[in-house]
């Protein structure tokens, strides 16, 4: 076994590893990269390590049957050299500590030429790096370590961000007493050319427990009344609608067009409605954001992220915590890995989603969950937490290839799934 070390406390860590390797009878030996500062807690680590060191090259990381990685962790500041990247891709078999070298722990960004580890053991909490693409997929098995950290220590960090999961939010369950309108009503604005998104928005919406469903339809009314019969279809102008103050909730923009959405929603911010803006939504706001002040969720996906705010560049987690400071609401940037920014600067970091997702109208279902949660009484950030998660247990249960209605029928269980995961009752 060879453990890479470099000069700082990642280095640190690969020597005390080294020394508890050797205990245990393991042949190991260290290759170092640069020595650590003397007087410093690597230094020390790396004096009580006894055992055999080797030179720091791609051919000794060959020879090894097991290479851990324990050259930059969290203190990465530059891109990789090429010397190093040769020796960590050298390895055969790799364990890294903390983040594999040459990822950056903050964005999931490489830095200069890094090779995949087979699992990564890192302290305490995970680490967005861990769980954003493309580092997510170098990282191999993660494996968070419990390191007897000092509570005191670790409330001196509190954390910015979250690993989305139902610890993190609480789910609303229903009493003897719940009824349609306490369970919540969610509003949808259908459009007349693609009336099938807000068909697949109101089934999310049904399927994640709102009380009751209403398309604001007008003119295209007739588009909807052969549709699910638990569906209300409404054919007044949208100012009528407005009035009735238990239609606290819409959802605006999938199937929309960019007519439409203007006629749409100015009217539903102007009535203080709690409103959740996806798909034509933000196409039709593309470079003015600003234009979508007063929203309470946006859902865009990479595409329409960027329409709106411009390129991301490096560092999602800033850009979308950005986008939700600036626009004052709950930002969700959808993806294989999905970020849900509050404007307050709480990230949520969503992995518990299958590629089976990815098919057209998905992003609609998942529009209505959150609104059906919005509907409920959650806090936005809380509902859209709760929803991606719910969506993505969906997913996962749905099989390879599913239809974005079929993620319907998986709503309810993954709902109960999450409640008992709270420790909450089902009814
Ligand atoms: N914090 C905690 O609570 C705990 C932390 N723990 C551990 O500490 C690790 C973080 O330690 P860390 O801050 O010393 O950073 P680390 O990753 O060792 O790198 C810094 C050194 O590398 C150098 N360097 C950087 N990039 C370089 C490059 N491309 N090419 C060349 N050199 C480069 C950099 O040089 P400088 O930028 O200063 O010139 C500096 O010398 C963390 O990942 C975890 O393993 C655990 O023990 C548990 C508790
Ligand atoms: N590879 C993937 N892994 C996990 N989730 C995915 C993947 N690809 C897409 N998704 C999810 O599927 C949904 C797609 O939404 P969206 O892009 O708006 O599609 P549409 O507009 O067709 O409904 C999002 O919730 C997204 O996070």
């Given at each position: 076994?060879?453990?890479?070390c470099g000069?700082?406390?990642?280095?640190?860590?690969?020597?005390?590893?080294a020394r508890y390797?050797?205990?245990?009878?393991?042949?190991?030996?260290?290759?170092?990269?640069?020595?650590?500062?003397?007087?410093?807690v690597?230094?020390?680590?790396?004096?009580?390590?006894?055992?055999?060191?080797?030179?720091?090259?791609?051919?000794?990381?060959?020879?090894?049957d097991l290479?851990?990685?324990?050259?930059?962790?969290?203190?990465?500041?530059?891109?990789?050299?090429?010397?190093?990247?040769?020796?960590l891709?050298?390895a055969?078999?790799?364990?890294?500590?903390?983040m594999?070298?040459?990822?950056?722990?903050?964005t999931?960004?490489?830095?200069?030429?890094?090779?995949k580890?087979?699992?990564?053991?890192?302290f305490?909490?995970?680490?967005?790096?861990?769980l954003?693409?493309?580092g997510?997929?170098?990282?191999?098995?993660?494996?968070?370590?419990?390191?007897?950290?000092?509570?005191?220590a670790?409330a001196?960090?509190?954390?910015?961000?979250?690993?989305?999961h139902?610890?993190?939010?609480?789910?609303?369950?229903?009493?003897?007493?719940?009824h349609?309108?306490?369970r919540?009503?969610?509003?949808?604005?259908?459009?007349q050319?693609?009336?099938?998104?807000?068909?697949?928005?109101?089934?999310?919406?049904?399927?994640?427990?709102?009380?009751?469903?209403?398309?604001?339809?007008?003119?295209?009314?007739?588009?909807?009344?052969?549709?699910?019969?638990?569906?209300?279809?409404d054919?007044?102008?949208?100012?009528?609608?407005?009035?009735?103050?238990?239609?606290?909730?819409?959802?605006?923009?999938?199937?929309?067009?960019?007519?439409?959405?203007?006629?749409?929603?100015?009217?539903l911010?102007?009535?203080?409605?709690?409103?959740?803006?996806?798909?034509?939504?933000?196409?039709?706001?593309?470079?003015?954001?600003?234009?979508?002040?007063?929203?309470?969720?946006?859902?865009?996906?990479?595409?329409?992220?960027?329409?709106?705010?411009?390129?991301?560049?490096?560092?999602?987690?800033?850009?979308?915590r950005?986008?939700?400071?600036?626009?004052?609401?709950?930002?969700?940037?959808?993806?294989?890995?999905?970020?849900?920014?509050a404007?307050?600067?709480?990230?949520a970091?969503?992995?518990?989603?299958?590629?089976?997702?990815?098919?057209?109208?998905?992003?609609?279902t998942l529009?209505?969950?959150?609104a059906?949660l919005?509907?409920?009484?959650?806090?936005?950030?809380?509902?859209?937490?709760?929803?991606?998660?719910?969506?993505?247990?969906?997913?996962l249960q749905?099989?390879?290839?599913p239809?974005?209605?079929?993620l319907?029928?998986y709503?309810?269980?993954?709902?109960?799934?999450?409640t008992?995961?709270?420790?909450?009752?089902?009814?």
């Open positions: 076994m060879l453990v890479l000069p700082g406390n990642n280095g640190g860590d690969g020597y005390v590893a390797l050797a205990q245990a009878g393991w042949p190991v030996s260290v290759a170092a990269y640069g020595e650590p500062k003397a007087g410093s690597s230094a020390l680590a790396a004096a009580r390590f006894k055992g055999p060191r080797q030179p720091f090259t791609p051919e000794e990381a060959q020879r090894a290479v851990v990685d324990a050259v930059f962790g969290a203190g990465l500041s530059r891109d990789l050299d090429k010397g190093v990247s040769a020796v891709g050298a055969s078999r790799r364990v890294a500590i903390d594999p070298s040459g990822i950056d722990g903050g999931g960004q490489p830095r200069g030429r890094v090779s580890a087979l699992m990564t053991v890192t305490v909490r995970p680490k967005p790096g861990h954003l693409y493309p997510r997929e170098d990282v191999g098995e993660l494996v968070v370590a419990d390191i007897g950290m000092p509570s005191a670790l001196s960090v509190p954390p910015r961000a979250w690993r989305n139902p610890g993190l939010w609480h789910l609303p369950v229903l009493s003897a007493e719940s349609k309108y306490t919540g009503v969610v509003s949808i604005c259908a459009g050319s693609m009336p099938g998104a807000a068909r697949l928005c109101a089934g999310g919406a049904r399927s994640a427990g709102a009380g009751l469903v209403r398309i604001a339809a007008e003119q295209g009314a007739d588009l909807f009344r052969s549709g699910p019969p638990g569906l209300v279809v054919d007044a102008p949208l100012p009528d609608l407005l009035e009735d103050a238990r239609r606290k909730v819409w959802v605006c923009g999938p199937g929309l067009t960019e007519r439409e959405v203007e006629g749409a929603l100015p009217l911010l102007a009535a203080q409605k709690t409103v959740l803006a996806d798909a034509g939504a933000l196409s039709a706001y593309a470079g003015a954001p600003e234009k979508l002040r007063g929203v309470a969720v946006i859902t865009p996906h990479m595409g329409e992220f960027t329409k709106l705010f411009g390129p991301v560049g490096q560092d999602l987690p800033t850009a979308v950005k986008a939700a400071k600036d626009l004052n609401a709950v930002v969700v940037l959808k993806g294989p890995t999905t970020l849900i920014a404007p307050d600067g709480r990230l970091v969503n992995t518990h989603a299958s590629p089976a997702l990815g098919t057209a109208g998905s992003g609609d529009s209505g969950v959150i059906a919005l509907a409920a009484g959650m806090a936005a950030w809380d509902a859209a937490g709760a929803g991606v998660w719910l969506h993505g247990e969906a997913g749905a099989g390879a290839w239809l974005a209605e079929d319907d029928r709503l309810g269980p993954a709902r109960e799934k999450a008992k995961m709270q420790g909450g009752a089902l009814i």
